[in-house]
């Protein structure tokens, strides 16, 4: 029985034999499973999908910007440095460096890998490039390489 109270006065409501619903079914609960699953998995993709594309989009912009620390050391010392760990260490005699120019984990790409140098370049000075997301030459859409001459 369930007390409900209407104005001053309280009443008793019969709720039947006491065999009330009082939770869900192992069906309604799978259901419900089932359908979180579905929700959890069109979301990661659409999540994981943008996380490639800004990284791709972050490491354009680091190439450009390690790019411009590479001329500062060539600005002064006369020639660009002949592999990019001289931007964070000063190389053994070289007395006009002024660094350091970048930080260590400024070398890495926003994927983890390495961006690839040669001094002299084929395209000017120095070749500095960004091998996307798979960090080997070549590649299509998000493993597409990208180069500072560009």
Known sequence: ??????????????????????GFTLLEMLAVIVLLGIVATIVVRQVGGNVDKGKYSAGKAQLA????????????????????????????????????????????????HAFGYRAPGEHGPFDLIFLGQDGQPGGDGYSADIGNWE
């Open 1 to 22: 029985m369930q007390r409900t109270r209407t104005g001053n006065t309280m009443r008793r409501r019969h709720t039947g034999n006491g065999r009330g619903q009082r």
């Open 65 to 112: 910007s390690l790019g411009m620390k590479v001329e500062s050391y060539a600005l002064d010392n006369g020639t660009p440095p002949q592999r990019l760990d001289d931007l964070v260490e000063q190389p053994a005699g070289v007395n006009t460096w002024l660094g350091p120019y970048a930080k260590r984990s400024d070398l890495k790409d926003p994927f983890g």
